[in-house]
């Protein structure tokens, strides 16, 4: 799976902030929630916009970010 088909940047939406395409759902929203346990099935409850390939287009995203960050060693 592509994360592109799913998120995307827009300056005119959530200030540029990844969100689901289509939606003004941050991908950091998902991130977090999932982070706290919530389940997938729980997010497509809550926001009935989500599809379960996005929730896991997002995963892949924060996957896809932790590989290229810059590490910084002091």
Do not use: C, Q
């Not at 950091?28 to 929730?55: D, Q």
């Amino acid at each position: 799976m592509d994360w592109n088909t799913y998120i995307e940047h827009n300056p005119e939406v959530m200030f540029g902030k990844p969100v689901i395409k289509g939606t003004r759902i941050p991908v950091a929203l998902i991130l977090e929630k999932l982070g706290h346990g919530i389940s997938e099935e729980e997010l497509l409850k809550a926001y009935p916009s989500l599809s379960v390939e996005a929730i896991r287009a997002a995963l892949l995203y924060a996957a896809d970010n932790a590989t290229h960050e810059n590490v910084m060693v002091f």
